[in-house]
């Protein structure tokens, strides 16, 4: 099945602790993207690549850091410099940058 | 960035009533879509809009380009309706992101 997948489906972040968020997609798409979403609130774009070896801060990169080594997968990894973590996590694909983007399940991320 | 605005924040229908949801938006469009997130999370896509008008069973979309709203349309609505309905518009200079709007909560109960 052509789609995206995202790991782990909960994580829990103990203080000082970086963890690595897992994106992949087959569906051979160029671009990718990591969301976050706050509870009530629309998702915000946190990074975003376009092709293999580039990407670009979004509106809210701050705290987060991630690459793009092969163009099936864009794993996000939240750093102990990011102070409110607790949020879920959107990872999404597209042909380019202007068309439909099609999104992962998400990961939970919960601050112990 | 462009501002995208939804409205109701919140919507309680009956089963097999209809509705209609806005999204408007401060700046030109290359790109409209509508989501569905359901109660799990997982957003799906319903309409690729940036102009014109689409239907696709139950529902249908228009995009008024020139006036920067769009409209989605959910006829005879179902319980498997219920969820949050996002809008998110790019617009064609800046940084191309696609920004979301804070959604409509809608409920169908039987």
């Known amino acids: 099945d052509g789609g995206i997948t995202q790991s782990p489906k909960y994580l829990f972040r103990k203080e000082g602790q970086n963890v690595t968020l897992s994106c992949e997609q087959n569906l051979n798409h160029d671009a990718m993207y990591w969301y976050r979403q706050d509870p009530g609130q629309g998702l915000r774009l946190i990074y975003y690549?376009?092709?293999?070896?580039?990407?670009q801060k979004g509106d809210i990169a701050e705290g987060y850091s991630v690459s793009r080594e092969k163009k099936e997968s864009f794993p996000l990894t939240v750093t102990s410099a990011q102070k409110n973590p607790t949020a879920f996590y959107l990872c999404?694909?597209?042909?380019?940058?202007?068309?439909?983007?099609?999104f992962g399940p998400g990961t939970r991320l919960l601050v112990l | 960035g462009i501002q995208v605005e939804q409205s109701p924040p919140d919507l309680i229908l009956q089963e097999g009533a209809n509705s209609t949801l806005r999204c408007n938006f401060s700046?030109?469009?290359?790109?409209l879509q509508w989501f569905h997130q359901n109660p799990w999370g997982q957003l799906i896509n319903l309409f690729y809009i940036p102009s014109g008008t689409k239907q696709n069973g139950r529902l249908s979309a228009t995009t008024v380009a020139t006036e920067r709203y769009s409209l989605l349309y959910i006829s005879s609505s179902q319980t498997t309706d219920s969820g949050v309905y996002f809008c998110a518009a790019q617009t064609r200079t800046g940084a191309n992101n696609l920004f979301f709007g804070t959604g409509t909560r809608l409920t169908v109960i039987p």
């Open positions: 690549s376009q092709i293999v070896n580039d990407f």
């Open positions: 700046d030109s469009v290359n790109n």
């Open positions: 999404a694909s597209s042909r380019d940058r202007r068309e439909t983007q099609y």
